[in-house]
């Protein structure tokens, strides 16, 4: 029963980042280089990113 339980959650933690990449690169972008491009950086620091 632990296993699927293991199973259950990398399944979601997949699906939660999949989601959050697909909001960052393609949704809130614009919104937040309007919004607070003076604090963003040109490139993105990815590894920063995926590790928080």
Request: charged residues 10%; positive net charge.
């Amino acid at each position: 029963m632990p296993i699927f339980y293991l199973k259950l959650y990398f399944c979601t933690l997949l699906a939660f980042f999949a989601i959050d990449m697909v909001w960052l690169v393609l949704v809130a972008r614009g919104f937040y280089q309007k919004h607070l491009g003076f604090l963003m950086r040109s490139t993105p620091n990815w590894t920063a990113a995926i590790l928080f």
